[in-house]
């Protein structure tokens, strides 16, 4: 179903690159064109002018690399890209049901997976050449792996834990910081002796730091600088933290200082500075746009003029999941154990879009988790009402609930 969703939405859109109201999706096709004409990952970036093509650090590599491979193999089809990611779709809908049995049993699988299926936000951004639904396959597949690597305590399982954590990293920084803390958790849940948990966990560092490492040696030979992720925070701490900036974002440009002289890693750090200087100067003002970025992040609906059409759609999905999601995240915190991974997750991606930009595109980098809360949520309700044989398909945390 999920599969046939996301192709049937494909047919309904040209076989050309869609800009609402955000250009990323161009700049992805234009590295990527790049990197199979031989000029390296370079495209346009925040730094320079307009139109310009330079080595950049800017934009998480896995992505255009992504559309790359695919325009190598297929040529340069936005139809195929589509279709492809219909797959992903898909498999990400696959993946949500394996997590959530193995946290709360099969009715919640189900539960999860049935609307992750049919969940408009996951069919329109499989449509779109962003990095969305890359990232929540491999999120949401690096969850999988992580939960099987501790309950198997097994190397080669913490060996594919970090190493698609690490293909989640190149696709958006934020899993990087993340998965670096998540691997030591799963090894002290997966062994007893203080020495297995240590390999365990250097294993899955090792994997981790592997895949990533060809980035790092490219943007050390590219910048002169090993840098693991990108150079964007500096820009949007810059930019979001700006005095002239609102606090509902809606600002489209600030002044930026003269940084032509200085390398792409530079800018970064001279924005960053000045960045958190605004931020230190008016911490009031920065309190408050932390609040008014956590309410974008779950806003009810679209608040630009495009999609504005769709905000019965989304009043009628994530309006009323929300409250689910809300007390599937409490109950996590209460249940702990081997919901506390994916509570912190949800809280860390709350917390990194409060820190410097958010919006409803962002929040489909944790939406998969909290489709598994929501489930979770529903079935403890159901629970109460439902013959005694029908719980003891639920696991034993979701029915004490």
């Known amino acids: 179903m999920a599969l046939l969703l996301r192709l049937a939405y494909d ?50 590599p896995l992505y255009p690399a992504f559309l790359a491979a695919l325009y190598w193999l297929f040529g340069r089809s936005v139809l195929i890209v589509r279709v492809v990611q219909a797959v992903l779709g898909a498999g990400a809908v696959a993946l949500t049901f394996l997590l959530a049995r193995r946290l709360a049993g099969t009715p ?11 969940y408009p936000f ?12 890359l990232f929540m396959a491999l999120m949401v597949g690096s969850f999988v792996a992580g939960y099987r690597a501790q309950d198997t305590a097994r190397r080669r399982w ?68 090993f840098i693991m992720t990108t150079t964007k925070l500096g820009y949007n701490l810059y930019k979001y933290y700006h005095p002239t900036m609102t606090a509902d974002q809606t600002v489209p440009v600030v002044p930026y200082p003269d940084l032509d ?30 609040a008014n970025k956590v309410a974008l992040l779950f806003k009810l609906t679209p608040s630009n003029d495009v999609n504005r059409k769709y905000a019965l759609v989304s009043v009628a999905s994530y309006g009323v999941l929300l409250p689910f999601m809300a007390a599937g995240l409490v109950m996590a915190l209460r249940w702990r154990g081997d919901w506390l991974p994916v509570a912190a997750y949800v809280l860390f991606g709350v917390a990194t879009k409060a820190a410097v930009f958010a919006g409803i595109r962002l929040r489909m980098q944790i939406e998969p988790f909290l489709i598994v809360l929501a489930s979770a949520t529903v079935v403890a309700l159901v629970a ?9 398909l639920v696991r034993p945390a979701t029915v004490q609930a």
């Open 11 to 60: 047919a309904t859109q040209p076989n050309r690159i869609v800009v609402t109201y955000e250009a990323d999706p161009l700049t992805y096709d234009q590295i990527a064109r790049n990197l199979l004409a031989g000029r390296g990952f370079t495209g346009a970036s925040f730094y320079y002018p307009p139109n310009t093509e330079n080595p950049t650090a800017f934009w998480d």
């Open 108 to 118: 919640a699988a189900l539960v999860a997976a049935a609307i992750s299926a049919i």
């Open 122 to 133: 996951f069919i329109y951004y499989a449509a779109q050449l962003l990095t969305e639904t």
């Open 158 to 225: 913490f060996a594919v834990f970090g190493a698609v954590t690490g293909l989640a990293a190149l696709c958006r920084a934020e899993a990087y910081v993340f998965g670096l803390a998540l691997i030591p958790w799963l090894a002290v849940r997966a062994a007893r002796p203080w020495r297995r948990r240590a390999a365990l966990a250097a294993v899955g560092w090792a994997a981790l730091l592997v895949v990533m490492l060809p980035w790092g040696i490219r943007n050390q030979v590219t910048h002169g600088q």
């Open 261 to 290: 002289d200085l390398t792409d890693p530079q800018r970064e750090a001279v924005m960053r500075r000045e960045g958190v200087g605004f931020m230190l100067a008016t911490p009031r003002r920065t309190l408050w746009f932390m």
């Open 384 to 392: 109460r009402l439902a013959p005694a044989g029908w719980l003891q």
